[in-house]
């Protein structure tokens, strides 16, 4: 009596051997790629469904906490404007409202329409969290052990560059269009 073996080989296999693999599998982020800097989950500000921030890794990010009721508040308008931009080039603006300083008193979808409705935001924002002290979210705090800063007002600036270092900080008094931070941010743009 004559035995055949049989192997099983995964589709995906046999298509990568063939050189049939489609570039998207292909190319797939390795399990590791995302730099510690974002290794952190928030919720959405217009749903409150969990986002891993993880999917901006290679991006370059400017994170700011926001409030809707500051003498900085129209910067939601520069902001919106500068990620607008540059969003082809690879930045992604991410806002995390904070009552820190006493400006942000609405509930998340009172914060989300104020945006959307008021100043156009379509940038990621996530809900209302803190930004300083103990109480501080783990992005911030982590932002403030790499920079050596916190926020000392509202529509503080981090960038971050495309491998999740803190490449700055960036008082509330710097706007979105400042000569000295855009040619930071194009820097960083540049950088692969």
């Not at 050189?19 to 217009?46: D, I, Y």
């Not at 520069?78 to 904070?98: D, M, Q």
Request: proline share 7%; charged share 20%; with cysteine.
């Amino acid at each position: 009596m004559r035995t055949s073996t049989v192997f099983l080989v995964p589709a995906l296999a046999i298509a990568a051997l063939l050189g049939l693999a489609r570039p998207a599998l292909a190319a797939a982020p390795e399990t590791g790629a995302c730099p510690p800097t974002l290794q952190h989950t928030f919720l959405r500000l217009q749903d409150e469904k969990p986002q891993s921030l993880c999917q901006y890794a290679g991006k370059v990010l400017l994170v700011v906490n926001t409030a809707s009721f500051c003498g900085f508040t129209p910067q939601y308008k520069g902001l919106e404007a500068l990620h607008a931009r540059y969003r082809e080039r690879g930045l992604v603006v991410l806002g995390f409202p904070s009552n820190d300083f006493s400006q942000e008193s609405g509930s998340n979808k009172e914060i989300a329409d104020f945006c959307e409705s008021t100043f156009g935001v379509k940038f990621p924002m996530f809900v209302k969290s803190s930004v300083r002290g103990p109480d501080a979210n783990p992005l911030f705090k982590q932002l403030a052990a790499e920079s050596g800063t916190t926020p000392k007002w509202n529509f503080y600036k981090y960038l971050i560059s495309r491998d999740g270092r803190v490449v700055d900080s960036y008082s509330s008094m710097t706007s979105p269009d400042n000569k000295s931070f855009l040619r930071e941010l194009e820097k960083q743009l540049g950088t692969p």
